[in-house]
């Protein structure tokens, strides 16, 4: 299976991502890390599309071993959820979509401005940068609202629902 997971930066996408991959036993596969990567190689700057078209090859090949994979990224456009759904189609593998949201706009707010980074180098954006991002609406997903959920409650109610 292919779990495909968006999200705004700061409502949680990767926290839950990881905790499912863990519960799961599956891959997790980050574009900010793989962004991030590009970045540091000096070929560019700007990691632009690759980031995510090496994210694909590694599901890909991940999903074609017979692993369940949890694609984690902001994946904010209808292309690249188109993509990802391509992705999952070309393995012969089931796709289910998830965004992750932050309901609650101070905390959200507050997750955005005091989150440190993980990923050596990587640049979070700010709060303005987060609210102005172009995000497509996403209908017939899957909604996990993180303001007033642990981790593990997030998680449960994800693999409740994925099982239906």
């Avoid at 991940?62 to 992705?87: E, F, K, Q, Y």
Wanted: hydrophobic share 45%.
């Amino acid at each position: 299976m292919l779990i495909i997971f968006g999200g705004l930066p700061g409502s949680g996408k990767t926290t839950i991502a990881r905790a499912l991959a863990e519960r799961l036993n599956a891959v997790h596969v980050r574009v900010d890390t793989i962004e991030q990567a590009i970045r540091a190689s000096g070929i560019a700057d700007d990691a632009g599309p690759a980031g995510y078209i090496v994210a694909y090859g590694i599901a890909g090949d991940n999903l074609t071993l017979g692993r369940t994979v949890i694609a984690d990224s902001v994946n904010p456009l209808r292309i690249t959820r188109s993509a990802w759904l391509s992705v999952a189609q070309a393995a012969g593998v089931t796709a289910a979509e998830v965004e992750v949201v932050c309901s609650d706009k101070a905390e959200h707010r507050y997750r955005v401005e005091t989150r440190l980074t993980d990923v050596e180098g990587l640049v979070k954006p700010t709060w303005q940068a987060t609210c102005e991002r172009a995000y497509d609406d996403w209908p017939d997903t899957i909604v996990i609202d993180t303001t007033l959920k642990t981790v593990e409650a997030a998680v449960d109610e994800l693999i409740d629902r994925l099982g239906d």
